[in-house]
């Protein structure tokens, strides 16, 4: 029986490099396979489901697809080494996941479609490449392309949402850099879920495109340099003499991830109320069985989040999957004891997030063979 695992991703996928960091930094031998592998869609997706990525096939057979999934996998396996212990930062972790996997999209969506200049071979390259050499793969990338520079103004990105979004991705490039500049990974010495979840738009767009890695490079060399040392299996840190290991001691949260946090949740908290409401009154209206898709081509659309930041209104498409992780930063405070709720509380009223606690959908989302489902 072959030991590598087959990681079925491309390389500029915002979502696959979540899942590849994971397998380097574990680890865990894998083999990567673009989707356009003829044994994609022939043996994988109809055990997959939906046609997206990234999706693990194991040695034994077992297809895994998404990025959550198949680090929940290996995590419930070995122990959960990138789970912090301590309340604040179990938290904390759970919560850049989030962030990072869906609270990021405007900006990593903005810097690689509307720059084209700068990015637009680099980018037709890695399309092209990504299918098998047929006929239609000019027809077909040209497609692709046209597809995901739609889904850009889907997550609200307009040309009167852009000065703001810029402004907000600076100003949070700036605050994460003075972060690193400290410690190698969130939250010290090694990384947690949540630096998996935040490396999503960090890499594949904000790190490769040509425009905006260049601005990563110049304005914020800290934060590449955590991009790169998130795709070595070593910790990759010597420009701190010297290193430690593990988390921070004590549960210890820096006042420059706090400083962050400030920084995202001034778009994240009113995107996640608004989308909130939006799909909680699609589901007053809809009333989906119990086992119904809720995410992917197979949901049905669910509406809008409208919302202003910075004295600017974005509308941007309600996403069930931003609850569905959401979920796992609620259950892990509901988990805790009084005392360690109140610490928690604490820190997230500092960042300006204590209202993610108890938004919440009218519906559960659990995961059954392979798709995210609405449960009573």
């Known amino acids: 029986m072959p030991s590598t695992h087959r990681l079925y991703a491309i390389t500029h996928s915002l979502y696959s490099g979540r899942a590849r960091a994971y397998l380097i930094k574990q680890g865990i031998a894998f083999r990567e396979l673009s989707t356009g592998h003829e044994s994609f869609k022939a043996d994988v997706l109809p055990k997959a489901k939906l046609p997206t990525i990234p999706t693990l096939v194991t040695p034994t057979g077992e297809v895994i697809r998404d990025g959550a999934a198949i680090i929940e996998h290996f995590e419930a396996k070995t122990g959960r080494p990138c789970r912090p212990t301590g309340p604040r930062q179990r938290v904390l972790s759970a919560l850049f996941d989030v962030i990072g996997t869906d609270g990021l999209l405007r900006p990593a969506m903005h810097y690689r479609w509307n720059y084209k200049d700068a990015n637009l071979a680099f980018l037709k390259y890695h399309f092209l490449h990504s299918q098998r050499d047929l006929p239609q793969r000019e027809e077909k990338t040209e497609h692709m392309m046209e597809r995901m520079q739609n889904a850009a103004q889907m997550f609200g990105v307009t040309s009167q949402s852009m000065p703001i979004v810029e402004s907000l ?31 999503g738009p960090m890499y594949a767009h904000l790190g490769r495109d040509p425009h905006p890695a260049q601005i990563m490079q110049q304005r914020a060399t800290s934060v590449y340099r955590w991009v790169e040392r998130m795709n070595r299996n070593d910790q990759d840190a010597p420009e701190f003499f010297n290193p430690s290991s593990g988390f921070l001691a004590d549960d210890e949260i820096p006042d420059t991830l706090v400083a962050v946090l400030r920084i995202l949740a001034e778009d994240f908290v009113p995107e996640t109320r608004s989308a909130a409401a939006s799909i909680n009154a699609w589901l007053a209206k809809h009333h989906p069985e119990d086992g119904a898709a809720a995410v992917g081509r197979l949901a049905h659309p669910l509406g809008n989040a409208e919302f202003t930041i910075r004295n600017q209104t974005i509308r941007a498409v309600a996403q069930p999957y931003r609850f569905y992780l959401l979920q796992r930063v609620q259950s892990v405070y509901e988990g805790l004891s009084a005392d360690e709720k109140l610490q928690v509380k604490k820190l997230l009223d500092a960042c300006g997030m204590t209202e993610i606690l108890t938004l ?17």
Do not use: M
């Open 169 to 199: 991705y600076l100003d949070f490039l700036d605050a994460l850099n003075s972060h690193f500049k400290h410690y190698p990974y969130l939250l010290g010495w090694k990384p947690c879920i949540g630096d998996f979840g935040l490396l």
């Open 360 to 376: 919440t959908l009218n519906k559960t989302l659990t995961r059954i063979d392979n798709l995210e489902v609405w449960q009573s």
